[in-house]
């Protein structure tokens, strides 16, 4: 667990590929209860400590996770999120080169339980919810293309499905049109940067996290 930012409101972490952000139906470990027992060492706390989280990662994707240290700081930091007040610029590394070398990608997408995936559909379909993200090449690896994404919206798999949607699926995530799987389950997909106005400080706040320790990454 690698924390790069620590406060009495707020923790943020570089979360490693494979890191289970929450509990589920798999009964893993996950980063919560880890940070939970964190904080209950460290204040020597004799109950359960609490911890809100703030964002959401897959499980296979690497990089920045927010936590609240109290129900002050989350309910805060929520409202950053649903007025679109946190900025999330994330890496990935495509196995195709988009067409444009930047542009704004706007889809509609419905998600399939079932599946646990997400899919592009028309307009028109009422449970449909709209996707927008704004992306541009910034590097030709050998095999691959990076691309920096920034997000206006953060809806269930959305940089995974509207980049497949373009022909351009993420290394490794098979789920969505990659040719093939990564030696260790993840996709190359990193949440790099985030800022924001620190809820209770008011401070502007930039932190980055550099992506996974891995020959794909090394930019």
Request: charged letters at 30%; one cysteine or more; proline letters at 4%.
């Amino acid at each position: 667990m690698n924390i790069i930012y620590e406060d009495n409101h707020l923790i943020i972490i570089n979360k490693a590929p494979g890191d289970l952000s929450q509990s589920d139906k798999t009964n893993d470990i996950s980063l919560v209860d880890e940070l939970k027992n964190y904080l209950k060492v460290k204040y020597n706390k004799q109950g359960n400590a609490y911890l809100g989280l703030v964002n959401r990662l897959d499980r296979p994707t690497s990089g920045l996770l927010i936590f609240s240290k109290t129900s002050k700081s989350l309910s805060r930091m929520n409202e950053l999120q649903k007025k679109r007040k946190i900025k999330k610029t994330y890496y990935a590394i495509t196995e195709k080169k988009p067409k444009k070398v930047s542009d704004k990608l706007t889809n509609f997408l419905k998600k399939n339980q079932t599946k646990n995936k997400s899919f592009v559909v028309d307009e028109s379909d009422i449970k449909s919810k709209k996707a927008v993200l704004n992306y541009k090449i910034i590097k030709k690896l050998e095999n691959y293309f990076l691309l920096e994404i920034i997000l206006e919206t953060g809806r269930h798999h959305q940089i995974r499905c509207q980049l497949s949607h373009i022909g351009c699926p993420i290394k490794g995530d098979v789920k969505y049109g990659a040719k093939r799987p990564n030696k260790d389950r993840s996709i190359c997909l990193h949440s790099n940067k985030i800022e924001f106005i620190h809820p209770v400080t008011k401070k502007e706040l930039t932190i980055t996290a550099q992506p996974p320790n891995s020959n794909i990454w090394l930019l």
